[in-house]
């Protein structure tokens, strides 16, 4: 695999957006034995064109920065964790969050985290059990770490690799 210089992460943070199903207070360990919080939420497109722009952006600042490093590399995208769809009839934005809660770094230590949250003034959550009413409909914002990743594929004879961006 070739060793590729990788841009920097960037901060984004999303309009006022509509939670769907929401794992923000327990991690979801059912296809993850570690866990992992999640969320997803959506808005109204013309709120959220801004932030796809950028996001749109970032991702294209991505492709070219591979793309001169390995003229001959073919690469293909993953499923981006934005997009547009639509939400009972409506035309929407979206935006697809996950983080790990657990893990194993490189010098074998075990390591665990969870989101920090905020209340609506901007105050740093400290008593989690108030939120737990937290579910689909309910409305907040994201701030996330969008940062490029790459994807070997071992299985690929002619050279592929698979692009995407991982959401923290």
């Not at 990788?6 to 866990?35: H, M």
């Not at 294209?60 to 639509?86: R, V």
């Not at 003034?121 to 409305?139: A, E, F, I, K, Y």
Request: aromatic share 12%; glycine share 8%; net charge positive.
């Amino acid at each position: 695999m070739n060793q590729f210089n990788l841009i920097n992460s960037t901060k984004f943070t999303t309009p006022l957006l509509t939670f769907q199903y929401p794992k923000l207070l327990e991690p979801d360990t059912k296809f993850s034995p570690d866990g992992r919080y999640e969320c997803q939420g959506h808005c109204p497109v013309d709120q959220g064109a801004t932030l796809a722009d950028q996001l749109d952006k970032f991702l294209e600042e991505h492709k070219a920065s591979l793309k001169a490093q390995s003229p001959t590399t073919k690469f293909k995208l993953t499923d981006l964790p934005w997009g547009y769809n639509e939400t009972n009839g409506r035309p929407t934005f979206f935006v697809k969050t996950k983080c790990k809660a657990s893990g194993i770094d490189r010098e074998g230590k075990a390591w665990s985290r969870k989101p920090v949250l905020f209340d609506a003034q901007g105050s740093v959550v400290q008593d989690r059990s108030t939120l737990d009413g937290m579910w689909s409909g309910t409305t907040g914002r994201i701030s996330f770490h969008s940062q490029s990743v790459l994807y070997s594929c071992n299985w690929c004879r002619d050279n592929t690799a698979f692009v995407g961006s991982a959401n923290h």
